[in-house]
């Protein structure tokens, strides 16, 4: 059992019982949805069907329907494949980072944290592969199979190989972890449940028994995939910032790109875990479990990821003035003053001015300003991603080819199918999964003689 | 039932289990199936089953439909046709008096690429846009399929009858062409006019040349154009003369011009250009000193200049209101400091500014030398006095019949719409045109001729040079080639290839005395399409005063005219409108304003601030332009350079019967031009208007920021006097530090570096030749199949151009930041940068492609494997050049594209296709391959031939068109070949890094360090001082 001084604020309120724990989180899965989820449900499920139409054009006509041009070859799509990625980042810094250190406080939000890395992930990595001008091959051809083609083999030189790989082994080791923690969950489900429902939570439980020796390799399972989780939450947003850091391009080709990339993606995806949470909280009553500390101790993230990343801003700027390059230094100017000058204020302003709003114990407690800000954070480093990809190139080296980038509908539509895509998973995932890891969270349940009075 | 036990024999052996039967009772049938090789030991049943299963799959699948793809092979081979081995004929690519001597290069029969004639002594090898892209006008569905009678489809025989029996009595005929340069054709036109009594041959041109013809008349007696020497030329003053660009010979004229202007250390001595224009044209981009100036001012400003050098030769001034024009002083005083070598030429119409301009020669001691009227040019007959005439008449009826040889007047003279209505009022009207254009389709007959390249004929461009064409391909419609038609409606029995050689036999062939054997004569001219006699030189002296001239200039021409004046041009890509239709021509990026797909009032940066009109990624408002009582809606371009109160407008646009390529681009300014006194004038001084409307519009242009933001690693210049002072004036050395020095960039490298141990293929560009005309971009087009993409497709900044030329300004000369920098100098100085893929060596765009279809060669290439790419596009981002382009869309074989790309589109379109090269999928980038396909080509022929490779034997596409040989291309392994000696590389090396030291030679972004193999040579201007 979990001991913790009474001074400490207690992680759970509301003097819940274990029974209250099982109960709580798998009403969720065992009651008929509600009404304000079937249409959050159903409105996800739209706006992916419009964005499909989008998609379905780029795929039929070509990226041609993008408004992409001879100069600015990545725009929205990178943009928006990096800022997916960055997203996922905070499931698994949540459950393998945090477990590591011991932070008791990650129990009430690493399971959908993780859900949301997962569906981010997917998100993420549709965009390398609807990018490409023929991604019936590309989607093959890029990985290191063997083919009949005599010795043709992937270039491993390429940054976008190397994401390839980066993208793979993040998704594969975020999907067993979660899964792996579902497990206990699963089964406390199918123990409550009868008919078809039974066999099917039976089957995802894969027989667990709850015997001891089934919780210690559960324990040692989990324990060792969060070790090899830990490395790959730098190591992902590192890879994918090489994309940019390995180029020639001024803006592009900066040795700052891996640490400021990890923070932001820590930053943008704490973000969005508020973002979700937030309402997951309310909507499924779960206030007992995600307490004010916890959106408090995240606020905390926040600002520490918000910081670093405000100052790799302000690092890059130096180092243009101090390189002396003239093609840097003028990349630079123009993310302030050139045509693109209000996407930088956007970024700076809510990627480093807003954060430092949480500086204020009021703010930072405050579940409205909390979510506000939450949503500001994604937008700014949304902005972000286009800044650095789309200002770096539209002026680089040759002014002849300088060229401006107009996003077209086709562009908005891929977008808004990836939000469909993954509202339309997370709502599913809230529904019929439990959101809460329930055999976790027992462990920092109070017991009853002990219950909390005030 | 009780079961039946009983055991049936086969026969007593089995009863008796005989040995014998035992062995052979599996084998019931003596005789095996012939399967398995008559091996009976392994055929079995189930072979069989696998054979049948196999013979009823395959035929299965073969009776699934597969495309059909025809290739039927030749029954009986002709003699000089080998299937991908390409044939040459030599031939003359001739419209109206634009003339060039060309290689057309046929495959399987199909004329696919046109390349500049080296034996011709007139364009010596070099070439044009226009010509380039002719090759694709023969393939052009909207030519006539056969003669039309009142706009429908007839036959030879009717229209023959039909016509020959109106004409003989429709009373008085007149035959209106453009300039006929060939001898046989104008004997045809006479035979023809003798047969109907007389008639008059009308000729005139779109962009009339006139004035020259009508001043050499009053000048000296006779009618005509000189020959111009411009490379005999230390000091050339232009009065808005776009003679490297669009005035009369411009080939030619590139070609001369470049000879002064290429610098080395040996010569470091070059011509100094003078322009005086209104319009910012290519040449007075080339220029050293230009000062825009009104067409107002114009014939004063070459009455000051005639003034000015009359005093130093003591010579009567004349009378003309002083004007104020900067930097003709300067230029009086270097022209007289160079006399009997220096050139002053007019653009100008106007018979009486010619007139002074030839005293002006005269008086410089030019005549004979740089201008010489001893051997005339024959290029422009034209008579607008003529056509004025010609047009009265027919307006008020007293023509009876009309014959309009392949011209478009309608369209394309100032009276068009007058000779509309006339033609009606014509008893019989005939065309000889190929397309149902503004002319053909108000006339009864229309006859159409061959496209040059289906047709025989002969050119007689200036005194002693002949040329002839041939037909290269069988007439691809039912047309006849329009001298036939002359013939025949004559009531000649000869055809025209008949009377040619008959011509040739009595005329050339008898005043030369090389051979006595006609048909050598004729086989070998034919072969090198080009006959040259020596002719005697006729000088001529002038025979009037400038007085009357002079004093007419003074009066008609302004110091300061208060009012708009509007200056019509010609733009390279579209010429006079002749071949608007064709989609590479329209989507030519324009040398200037880099705009395709339209035309466009052009106005100085001056009167846009003062309207507040600003330009943005092509956007801009249309203006109404009103000259006299016409006005026209137009959109407006801001042009650096242009001259204040005056405003540009091309010609050759607006057409709407061209066909579906041309309808509807742009406006037509033929309209606008006027001919009322007696010349056809371009230049409108009164009564222009312009009003800026409310509609926005979009001008597709390729490159939208003007200056190259001062820039030294891209930009490299010097005068010419810091050029004589150090040879490396104007470089960009970067050094970059390295363990206590500071090294050049190429000796840092994280890689290890290529070896090249055969070739190591390179370019050398010469910014201080290359004029910026463009001709090399047409012909990458051609050669590459590159893809038309449209106006939408521009817009969206997507064309698929495989090479550019650049074209920067310099900023004002106090420009401090970088805002400033931006925005172009009022007159600006240009430079132009021819821009392909510089195939470096460290390619950046190598390393990033995630399924290596982008790949060094071991002969210094960067090679594009379109089969592999699967379009991720970061190579074009990586790529600090911007040279890759990405097929957006499926450009071929798609509606979407048909009507702009037709050489991928249409049945007919597609012949133009060279077959050596792939024609792109959708999602794949393609870029400049150092026309590869030369190169191996090259290669497999020196091979089969068991040599070396001979330096000059492969050319790329865009070194052999250009016009000033400012590209060139090499074996940069090869110590013997002209880049290496361009370069001056010493070292015997077989390392892709190659010290170079030339001392102008450098690599565009050096200090990135991306080692292109390609190099630029800087650019020098004649000038005391760089104004940027």
Redesign the interface.
């Known amino acids: 059992m979990h001991v913790t001084t009474s001074v400490r604020e207690p992680l759970i309120t509301g003097g819940k019982t274990l029974k209250d724990v099982t109960h709580d989180i798998s009403r969720q899965v065992e009651a008929r949805p509600s009404l304000g989820w079937l249409l959050a449900f159903l409105f996800s499920v739209g706006v992916l069907l419009l964005g499909s139409i989008a998609l379905a054009a780029t795929l039929w006509?070509?990226?041609?329907m993008w408004?992409?041009?001879?100069?600015v070859?990545?725009a929205w799509d990178i943009t928006n494949f990096v800022w997916w990625v960055g997203i996922g980042h905070a499931g698994t810094l949540i459950s393998a980072v945090l477990l590591l250190f011991r932070q008791k406080w990650r129990m009430a939000i690493n399971r959908a944290a993780e859900a949301m890395t997962i569906f981010a992930v997917i998100c993420a990595a549709m965009f390398?592969v609807i990018?490409?001008?023929?991604?019936w091959?590309?989607a093959y051809?890029?990985l290191p199979l063997p083919n009949t083609f005599g010795s043709?083999?992937?270039?491993f030189?390429?940054?976008?190989?190397w994401d390839?790989f980066a993208i793979s082994t993040y998704f594969a080791v975020s999907l067993v972890f979660w899964y792996i923690g579902l497990i206990p969950d699963f089964a406390t489900i199918r123990d409550r449940a009868t008919g078809i429902r039974r066999s099917i939570y039976g089957a995802l439980s894969f027989g667990w028994d709850g015997a001891a020796k089934t919780w210690s390799r559960y324990e040692s399972v989990a324990l060792i995939l969060a070790g090899l989780a830990t490395p790959l939450v730098l190591s992902v947003h590192t890879i994918v910032s090489f994309?940019f850091a390995?180029?020639?391009?001024p803006g592009w080709h900066t040795t700052i790109f891996p640490p400021y990339f990890v923070a932001g993606a820590i930053f943008s995806g704490f973000a969005m875990v508020l973002t979700l949470m937030i309402v997951t909280r309310k909507v499924f009553q779960l206030e007992d479990y995600i307490t004010i500390g916890h959106i408090e101790l995240m606020n905390i993230v926040i600002i520490i990821t918000g910081s670093i990343v405000g100052i790799a801003y302000i690092t890059e700027f130096f180092m243009a003035w101090y390189s002396g390059?003239?093609?840097e230094q003028?990349a630079f100017?123009?993310r302030m003053?050139g045509p693109y000058w209000w996407a930088y204020w956007s970024m700076m302003t809510c990627n480093v001015i807003s954060p430092q709003l949480f500086w204020f114990k009021k703010i930072r407690t405050s579940i409205v300003a909390t979510f506000l800000l939450s949503l500001v954070v994604n937008i700014g480093m949304w902005f972000e991603r286009f800044v650095i990809i789309v200002t770096s190139?539209h002026?680089?080296?040759?002014?002849?080819?300088?060229?401006?980038f107009y996003p077209t509908i086709s562009d908005v539509g891929v977008y808004l199918f990836t939000f469909g895509l993954f509202f339309t998973l997370f709502f599913l995932f809230a529904k019929f999964f439990p959101v809460i890891n329930m055999a976790e969270i027992k462990s920092i349940v109070k017991s009853s003689s002990e219950k909390v009075t005030k | 039932m009780t079961e039946n036990k009983k055991t049936y024999w086969k026969g007593l052996e089995q009863l008796t289990n005989d040995p014998e039967f035992v062995k052979n009772a599996e084998r019931e049938f003596p005789e095996y199936l012939p399967i398995n090789g008559g091996n009976e030991e392994g055929s079995t049943r189930r072979d069989f089953l696998k054979l049948m299963g196999f013979s009823l799959a395959a035929a299965s699948l073969a009776a699934c439909e597969a495309p059909i793809r025809k290739a039927i092979p030749y029954v009986n081979k002709p003699v000089d046709i080998n299937p991908s081995i390409p044939n040459y004929y030599a031939s003359t690519f001739s419209s109206g008096g634009d003339y060039a001597s060309i290689v057309v290069k046929t495959r399987e029969g199909r004329p696919i690429k046109i390349d500049g004639n080296e034996l011709s002594p007139i364009n010596k090898g070099g070439i044009s846009a226009i010509v380039e892209a002719s090759v694709l006008s023969l393939y052009d569905k909207q030519r006539l399929a056969g003669p039309h009678i009142n706009g429908t489809i007839s036959d030879w025989a009717t229209i023959d009858s039909e016509v020959k029996a109106k004409l003989a009595a429709a009373g008085p005929v007149k035959i209106v062409t453009n300039t006929v340069i060939s001898p046989s054709t104008e004997k045809v036109l006479e035979q023809f006019a003798a047969a109907f009594g007389g008639a008059e041959v009308i000729t005139y041109d779109p962009i009339s040349n006139y004035g020259i013809t009508k001043a050499a008349e009053t000048s000296y007696g006779t009618a005509m154009l000189p020959t111009y020497n411009f490379e005999k030329a230390g000091v050339i003053v232009s009065f808005g003369a776009d003679f490297l660009g669009t005035w009369i010979s411009p080939i030619e004229f590139a070609k001369q011009y470049v000879q002064g202007r290429k610098i080395s250390k040996e010569k470091p001595e070059m011509s100094r250009h003078f322009q005086f224009e209104s319009n910012l044209s290519l040449t007075g981009a080339n220029a050293d000193y230009r000062t825009p100036i009104k067409p107002s001012q114009s014939g004063l400003a070459v009455l000051a200049l005639y003034n000015a050098l009359a005093k130093q030769a003591g010579a009567a001034t004349v009378q003309g209101a002083a004007v104020e024009i900067a930097n003709l002083d300067r230029a009086a005083k270097e022209l007289w400091a160079n006399k009997g070598k220096s050139i002053v030429v007019s653009g100008s119409n106007d018979p009486n500014v010619q007139v002074i301009i030839n005293a002006i020669n005269d008086l410089l001691e030019n005549n004979g030398v740089t201008v010489d009227f001893s051997k005339p040019s024959y290029s422009r007959k034209g008579d607008d006095s003529k056509m004025n005439q010609f047009v009265a008449e027919l307006k008020a009826g007293r023509i009876g019949g009309v014959v309009f040889y392949n011209c478009n007047p309608v369209y394309d003279f100032a009276k068009g719409a007058e000779i509309a209505e006339g033609i009606a009022k014509a008893k019989v009207s005939v065309a000889t045109n190929s397309t149902m254009d503004e002319t053909a389709s108000l006339v009864q007959y229309v006859a159409p001729d061959h496209h040059y390249l289906e047709s025989w004929n002969d050119f007689y461009p200036r005194k002693g040079e002949y040329s002839l064409s041939q037909p290269a391909i069988s007439p691809l419609f039912n047309s006849r080639q329009a001298q036939d038609t002359f013939l025949v409606w004559a009531g000649a029995t000869t055809n025209y290839y008949d009377f040619l050689q008959q011509n040739w036999n009595t005329t050339i062939f008898a005043a030369q005395t090389e051979t006595s054997n006609f048909q050598e004569f004729w086989d070998r001219s034919l072969f090198n399409g080009v006959y040259s006699i020596p002719s005697v030189s006729a000088p001529v002296t002038s025979i009037s005063d400038v007085a009357s001239a002079a004093s007419a200039v003074a009066k008609s021409y302004k110091p300061d005219n208060a009012s708009t004046e509007l200056a019509m041009y010609v733009k390279i890509g579209i010429g006079n409108g002749t071949f608007a239709n064709n989609p590479w021509l329209q989507e030519m990026s324009d040398p200037i304003s880099k705009a395709t797909w339209d035309n466009y009032l052009t106005v100085s940066q001056k009167w846009a601030n003062e309207n507040g009109l600003r330009m943005n990624e092509g956007e801009t408002k249309k203006a109404k332009l009103t000259v006299g009582a016409k006005s026209i809606m137009v959109p407006i371009l801001v042009q650096p350079g242009q001259a204040d109160g005056t405003v540009g407008l091309a010609l050759g646009y607006g057409r709407n019967k061209a066909g579906r390529v041309a309808d509807g681009v742009g406006v037509n300014a033929y309209e606008l031009a006027d001919s009322d006194k007696g010349f056809t004038n371009f230049d409108v001084i009164e009564g222009v208007s312009i009003e800026i409307t409310s509609d926005s519009y979009k001008i597709a242009q390729t490159q939208t920021h003007q200056t190259y933001m001062g820039r030294e690693f891209v930009i490299q210049e010097a005068t010419l006097g810091e050029y004589k002072e150090d040879a490396f004036a104007g470089r960009y050395q970067p050094k970059i530090y390295k363990e206590g020095e500071f090294v050049k960039p190429s000796k840092i490298s994280l890689w290890k570096g290529h070896q090249y141990s055969q070739h190591h293929w390179g370019l050398a560009i010469d910014m201080n030749s290359c004029i910026g005309c463009g001709a090399c971009t047409i012909a990458c087009q051609v050669e590459n199949n590159v893809s038309v993409v449209g106006k939408q497709e521009v817009l969206n900044r997507r064309e698929m151009a495989w090479i550019r030329i650049d074209r920067y300004y310099s900023s004002p000369v106090e420009a401090t930041s970088n805002k400033e920098l931006e925005i172009a100098a009022d007159n600006p100085e240009v430079t132009f940068q021819p821009m392909m893929c510089q195939h470096c060596n460290n390619a950046p765009c190598e390393t990033v492609c995630p399924v290596a279809a982008t790949t060094h060669s071991s002969e210094g290439l960067n090679q594009m494997t379109y089969n592999r790419c699967i379009g991720t596009r970061y190579c074009a981002n990586n790529c600090p050049y911007k040279v890759r382009r990405f097929n957006w869309f499926k450009y071929h074989d798609n509606k979407d594209f048909a009507a702009v790309n037709v050489a991928q589109n249409d049945d007919m379109g597609k012949m133009v296709l060279n077959p050596d090269v792939t024609v792109r999928a959708r999602g794949v980038i393609e870029k400049c391959s150092m026309c590869v396909q030369r190169i191996q080509g090259g290669k497999l022929t020196a091979k089969r031939e068991g040599r070396k490779i001979k330096d000059g034997e492969i050319n790329v596409a865009c070194a052999s068109a250009c016009p000033t040989t400012a590209i060139v291309f090499g074996d940069m392994n090869d110590t013997n070949s002209k880049i290496t000696q361009l370069l001056k590389i010493k070292e015997d090396t077989i390392s892709a890094v190659k010290e170079v030291n030339e001392e102008r030679a450098y690599h565009v972004l050096e200090e990135i360090n991306v080692s292109p193999n390609v190099w630029y040579f800087t650019k020098i201007r004649n000038k005391d001082k760089s104004e940027a």
């Open positions: 006509e070509g990226i041609g408004g992409l041009n001879k100069t070859g990545w390398p990018h490409m001008g023929r991604p091959l590309g051809w890029a043709l083999w992937v270039n030189n390429s940054p976008l190989l390839v994309d390995t180029s020639v391009i390059v003239a093609a003028y100017m123009n003053f190139l002026r680089d080296y040759l002014p002849s080819s300088w060229a401006m």
